[in-house]
């Protein structure tokens, strides 16, 4: 499993989202390499069988709100031809569809978006929490 995230604030809060994530799937046995996009290792992403990506909430308290690093992660990741992926935001404030607009530019990129999820600032690590059972909760289904 890879766990690709941008993150914009001084704060971080999107990579200490992924830190959160990435020590919960590897408590319930996951494999799991971690990487900032711009700094993704390509063959850890295609062996992966699972991909995570994370970025931060942009635009405005009640509307416009986007995936904030989508441009990035649209520009830096390869194409992630039928890659089973999630998606999640941090966020300050209202997210909005972010998190399924950043499922929609992994979709674009040949991705299956399992599931998004969205991780406010100061909640990370019980939104993190829940965002890991969430992905689980997906394979157990499977």
């Known amino acids: 499993m890879v766990i690709t995230?941008?993150?914009q604030s001084v704060q971080k809060n999107t990579e200490k989202a992924a830190h959160r994530i990435?020590?919960?799937l590897q408590a319930a046995g996951a494999s799991v390499a971690m990487f900032p996009v711009n700094r993704?290792?390509?063959g850890a992403l295609a062996k992966?069988?699972?991909v995570i990506v994370g970025t931060w909430c942009g635009g405005l308290f009640?509307?416009?709100q986007h995936?904030?690093?989508a441009n990035k992660i649209a520009s830096e990741l390869p194409d992630l031809w039928d890659k089973a992926t999630f998606s999640f935001v941090s966020y300050a404030h209202n997210p909005g569809a972010?998190?399924?607009k950043l499922g929609d530019v992994l979709e674009a990129k040949g991705a299956v978006n399992l599931g998004v999820g969205t991780i406010h600032r100061d909640k990370i690590n019980e939104d993190s929490e829940q965002f890991v059972r969430d992905v689980l909760a997906e394979f157990a289904s499977a």
């Open 40 to 42: 993704v290792d390509y």
């Open 62 to 64: 009640l509307f416009g």
């Open 67 to 69: 995936p904030g690093g």
């Open 48 to 50: 992966a069988d699972v």
């Open 5 to 7: 995230y941008e993150s």
């Open 22 to 24: 990435a020590k919960g």
């Open 98 to 100: 972010a998190a399924e």
